[in-house]
């Protein structure tokens, strides 16, 4: 989004014939203001949906007191999957604004990562229900920085992958040594992203297609936190995409990450 510079400016007389001129440069305030109130409407709009069909299906319930088995059955199913989807919603909203709110440095806890690295296997393999091969590949060493915070990164790339892979399609873990620290990534042969939505993936609530991340239950904050936990760790997230052949998403940490540093 583009943002004018914005001032205000007074002109304070003084003496006779004098003036004071001072001016308050208000830009980074509006642009904070502007994206309080994006976030708070879209959070609203997201949350709209779910309540409007529970409300909706709760007002069937009461004036049809004698429906059927089946379909009751039917509307209850529906009206778990949008409380669940609200759920989600609003975990990942509490898990973003605790990121920004807390001032202090990650914890700097020595993550061992082959059992961390296994865990993230088991987890994509109970999403993905065997639709595709997932592989690990870990030559990396341990990593140094606040467990929680980084299961929940890798884990939220980890679970995009398996979101915006096809069936059949093979996803690859890894986690390598570099020239300036080590990269975790994850790879899948899934829808792929175009080009001009890149640079705009790590916003809240951007996605490039609603329909699909609904359905799969995500929330369009999992990228948004995978910034927030990178930025306190220092590190990057790259992203490589083609539309139709997939994508990369690597995460690269720096040298001082790495227990006993070699730098
Ligand atoms: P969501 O909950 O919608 O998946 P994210 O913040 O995790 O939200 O991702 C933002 C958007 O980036 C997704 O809606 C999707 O369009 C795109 N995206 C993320 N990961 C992938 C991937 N591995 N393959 C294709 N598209 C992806």
Redesign the pocket.
């Known amino acids: 989004m583009l943002f004018r510079s914005k001032l205000i400016i007074h002109l304070i007389p003084f003496e006779d014939r004098r003036q004071i001129l001072v001016t308050h440069d208000v830009t980074e305030f509006d642009r904070l203001e502007q994206m309080r109130r994006d976030f708070i409407a879209n959070a609203s709009h997201e949350l709209r949906t779910p309540l409007t069909v529970i409300n909706g299906f709760l007002e069937i319930a009461n004036s049809e007191p004698d429906m059927d088995g089946p379909t009751r059955q039917q509307h209850l199913r529906l009206m778990n999957e949008q409380g669940k989807r609200m759920q989600n919603l609003v975990d990942?909203m509490l898990v973003l604004t605790r990121l920004e709110s807390i001032d202090s440095l990650p914890k700097e806890d020595r993550i061992e990562m082959r059992p961390f690295l296994e865990q993230l296997h088991s987890e994509a393999e109970a999403l993905s229900l065997g639709r595709h091969t997932i592989t690990v590949n870990m030559t990396g060493p341990d990593l140094l920085g606040s467990s929680d915070e980084l299961r929940s990164a890798f884990g939220?790339?980890v679970?995009?992958?398996v979101?915006?892979?096809p069936e059949g399609g093979q996803i690859s873990i890894s986690w390598q040594p570099t020239v300036q620290g080590a990269t975790f990534s994850?790879s899948?042969t899934?829808?792929?992203?175009s080009q001009e939505?890149l640079s705009r993936?790590?916003e809240?609530?951007?996605?490039?297609?609603?329909g699909?991340?609904?359905e799969?239950?995500?929330?369009?904050?999992?990228?948004?936190?995978?910034k927030h936990v990178l930025m306190r760790h220092n590190a990057s997230l790259h992203?490589e995409?083609e539309p139709g052949k997939?994508?990369t998403?690597s995460i690269q940490f720096p040298v001082t990450a790495l227990p006993g540093n070699l730098s």
């Open positions: 990942d939220n790339l679970s995009n992958a979101r915006y892979t994850v899948d899934g829808i792929g992203i939505h993936l790590t809240r609530f951007y996605r490039v297609d609603k699909r991340s609904r799969t239950q995500g929330t369009g904050l999992g990228l948004a936190i995978v992203i995409s997939g994508s998403f």
